[in-house]
């Protein structure tokens, strides 16, 4: 028998079901004889009540009715009643045969006394915590900051729920723009109105926050209560989007403040989950470039579908270490082997594909800060962008992996700088290593990322925190932009689905100009655009005024994944270019600027450096070093380096070129 711990809150249970145990006894018993009794049935009453008092709390102890807490009474303390109640009807009918044939106790009594039993025990705990509920929410509720919930469907009264715990807010009304539901009540909410009517409810209401209960919306209804609560002078949070709170990694009650990816939001990526747990579930996976954005969300996604052990290669220790900590907190029980190393060292790559074996490899290795590589740094990009990828590739095809997939960009489409170009290198080389030898690749080209290292967002909000200006090189700058999530299982996607030698094109939507861009960034940040202000410097060196996913003359064939297309390439290049390109890899010297432009012209036809740029062409490039030598240092950079380019076209387009037609 399980002991009762005389506290007095368990003897303020017992007396309570004490006392409803004579009641419902006694009630049974007086209304079996219409509430008028002679002498013999009161008799049998009082004789038969303690006998039946003292069976039943028997059994309440037995089943551990007092080792619960009333206030949190729930369905298993019910069931737990039912148990006890209904194990002591058996058992009280039994002992009133053994013991005088019955006392001449009406049969059905035994029947009605569970019944009314089990009804005033449930319902006395659970107005209990009803009311200890209510107590308790109304004093949070005080203290609580008033609130709007914009939205009244299924994620609203999930999250009014939740606040109604909370210390934080106090509800104080919902909106929605279905105009049935104004003035209808969800959960004891009043709906006051729909959204567009935000400002007078938060007028009439002294609210000034407004929370988004909307998972799943559209990025344009997003966008719309945004401007809604910002003309009104609110404070708009937003709750975790639908995927997040099914898979259990968010709470609805978890609020955030809205994003720059909240409104120019794109639809969820589909992933085929079963494929995915096929290629990759208990297999190893080396990813080179794992400390960088596109990298490390990578490492994430993969480590969903359970590899057997993630190798992460990369040559910043601290980043390593950072996704390494991210990764061991996330996912505990995958391995997870940390290598310090360089895509160019062959050395350390042999060591590392001998001892892990991997069979899936994503290379996201990469320099790709457009301005920083266009000078003084020009070889370096050829070095790791190209070179690397080269070695990379190499070294996958001797351990014979299963699958590489090459991480790429939009700005390798007609490039005009030289980080587009040494990519657009790389996509060429590891296409004839296919068409060569059947090396197992897939190439990925996506545009910018939100909030990557290196890109403009994490820039602009730098300048907001400073006061401002925000610094746009051109009023008309457009680019095409992806969350990072949303990139990497993208690329994970096509990964599955490639089966060597294609280049997957991501949908990435509709360009966004930069400019609008920083105007979002100032807007989220709470402050008007005219306390920061967006001052123009001009396009910087190698930078185009919009970017391209496909070349003029490539097209691109559907596939079963909305958000990825196959691109039709152009002819793969010949032996000589293949001659050419080893010669100048595997030269023992550096090249300068000019002359990395120059070899890039001549390896990647589309390659096209902006005008101004000196330009020398392999051919020439012994006779311009002698002749530069013979150059007076002491005249200014530009005049030393007025050089004139050889059969290279120094134009750009400044116009967008018409898109390429889907047709294959």
């Not at 390109?581 to 023992?588: C, H, K, N, Q």
């Not at 012209?601 to 012994?622: D, F, R, T, W």
Request: aromatic share 8%; hydrophobic share 45%; charged share 20%.
């Amino acid at each position: 028998m399980t002991r009762i711990r005389l506290v007095p809150r368990n003897l303020v249970a017992v007396a309570y079901d004490v006392l409803v145990a004579s009641a419902a006894w006694t009630i049974t018993f007086v209304a079996r004889y219409n509430f008028t009794m002679a002498s013999e049935p009161r008799d049998a009453l009082f004789s038969s009540l303690p006998v039946v008092v003292v069976i039943e709390l028997a059994c309440f102890v037995w089943f551990g009715l007092y080792r619960g807490i009333w206030r949190y009474a729930s369905m298993y303390d019910i069931k737990r009643i039912v148990t006890a109640v209904g194990i002591s009807a058996l058992i009280v009918p039994v002992a009133f045969l053994l013991w005088r044939h019955g006392l001449g106790i009406p049969r059905v009594l035994y029947f009605i006394n569970p019944l009314l039993l089990i009804l005033f025990m449930g319902s006395g705990r659970i107005v209990y915590r009803w009311w200890k509920e209510h107590r308790q929410f109304n004093l949070l509720r005080e203290q609580g900051k008033p609130v709007l919930v914009m939205g009244a469907g299924d994620g609203a009264r999930r999250l009014l729920g939740e606040l109604e715990r909370s210390a934080t807010w106090q509800v104080i009304g919902m909106l929605d723009d279905n105009r049935a539901k104004v003035g209808r009540e969800i959960a004891g909410y009043t709906v006051l109105g729909s959204w567009d009517e935000v400002a007078n409810v938060a007028q009439r209401t002294s609210a000034r926050h407004v929370i988004f209960a909307t998972p799943g919306a559209s990025a344009a209804a997003r966008r719309r209560a945004f401007e809604l609560c910002e003309r009104a002078g609110l404070h708009l949070l937003i709750v975790p989007e639908l995927d997040q709170i099914i898979s259990g990694t968010h709470r609805i009650s978890e609020l955030r403040e809205i994003e720059l990816d909240d409104l120019l939001g794109r639809a969820p990526v589909k992933l085929d989950t079963k494929g995915l747990s096929q290629l990759i579930g208990n297999q190893t996976v080396l990813i080179t470039g794992a400390g960088g954005s596109i990298g490390s969300e990578l490492c994430r996604q993969i480590a969903r579908f359970a590899p057997r052990a993630l190798v992460l290669y990369e040559l910043s220790e601290y980043a390593l270490y950072q996704v390494v900590e991210d990764l061991q907190r996330l996912y505990p029980a995958i391995t997870v082997w940390a290598v310090v190393g360089d895509v160019k060292d062959r050395q350390r790559l042999d060591e590392t594909f001998e001892r892990f074996a991997p069979p899936i490899v994503f290379h996201a290795a990469a320099y790709k800060h457009v301005p920083m590589l266009e000078e003084l740094n020009a070889w370096q990009a050829v070095r790791n962008n190209a070179l690397g990828t080269r070695i990379v590739a190499e070294t996958a095809a001797r351990h014979q992996v299963r699958k590489l997939v090459f991480v790429s960009t939009d700005k390798a489409v007609n490039p005009t700088n030289v980080m587009g170009a040494t990519k657009r290198l790389a996509e060429l080389m590891l296409q004839l290593a296919h068409a060569r030898s059947g090396l197992p690749v897939v190439i990925v080209r996506f545009g910018n990322v939100l909030g990557s290292s290196g890109s403009v967002i994490p820039k602009f909000r730098d300048q907001i925190a400073r006061g401002g200006p925000v610094t746009v090189t051109h009023p008309d700058i457009t680019r095409y932009f992806m969350s990072i999530t949303e990139a990497s299982q993208l690329v994970l996607q096509a990964g599955l689905m490639g089966k060597g030698g294609e280049i997957f094109v991501l949908d990435m939507g509709e360009p966004v100009r930069i400019a609008d861009l920083a105007r979002d960034l100032i807007r989220l940040s709470g402050l008007p655009e005219e306390s920061i202000g967006i001052e123009y410097t001009g396009l910087r060196a190698g930078e185009k005024l919009f970017e391209e996913l496909l070349a003029a003359d490539e097209t691109t064939l559907p596939t079963h994944h909305k958000k990825l297309r196959i691109q039709r390439s152009l002819d793969l290049p010949q032996e000589q270019w293949s001659g050419d390109l080893d010669d100048w890899l595997s030269s023992r010297r550096s090249f300068d600027d000019a002359e990395v432009r120059g070899w890039l012209c001549h390896l990647v036809p589309e390659y096209l450096p902006p005008e101004g740029l000196v330009v020398i062409a392999p051919s020439e490039q012994k006779q311009v070093i002698t002749e530069r030598r013979a150059i007076d240092d002491s005249q200014p950079r530009a005049a030393r380096l007025v050089l004139v380019a050889t059969g290279t076209n120094q134009s750009t387009p400044d116009t967008q070129p018409k898109p390429a037609s889907d047709k294959p």
